[in-house]
């Protein structure tokens, strides 16, 4: 039924269920996960000039998630795109051909519970196949 999932992650955990249940599905459906997460470019160093970049925090993320999805058996590629989190969601879902798009719903409460977050919510208009939702708060 699938065989390529994307699914995001920024290391939250909220994002850290997506991949684990997204992870348990792929290794059911015997899929491969894309892995993505975004990053915002920093305008200027720091005065010091030490500075841990964005993007080097999205790698970090992305090789933590990625090695709990080999350990249990599963594929996974990882992507670091620059802007906007749903936009490379749904890039790398295009580029890949996939079958199913996994994010979570960002735990929101209250009266924020009626409305989607703001990733989930572009991905669930746009995406070119389906969308999977995780409840996670």
Known sequence: MYSTIVVG?????????????????????????????????????????????????????????????????????TYARQGDPAAALLDVAEERRADLIVVGNKGLTGAERFQLGSVPNKVSHHAPCSVLIIRTG
Do not use: C, F, H
């Not at 290794?27 to 470019?41: D, F, H, K, Q, W």
């Open 9 to 77: 992650t920024d290391g939250s955990e909220t994002a850290r269920e997506a991949v684990r249940q997204a992870t348990r599905l792929a290794a059911t459906m015997g899929a491969r996960i894309e892995l993505v997460s975004a990053y915002e470019p920093v305008p200027e160093a720091p005065p010091d000039g030490w500075s841990v970049s964005p993007r080097e925090d999205v790698e970090a993320a992305l090789r933590v998630a990625a090695e709990e999805i080999t350990a249990a058996g599963v594929e996974a590629r």
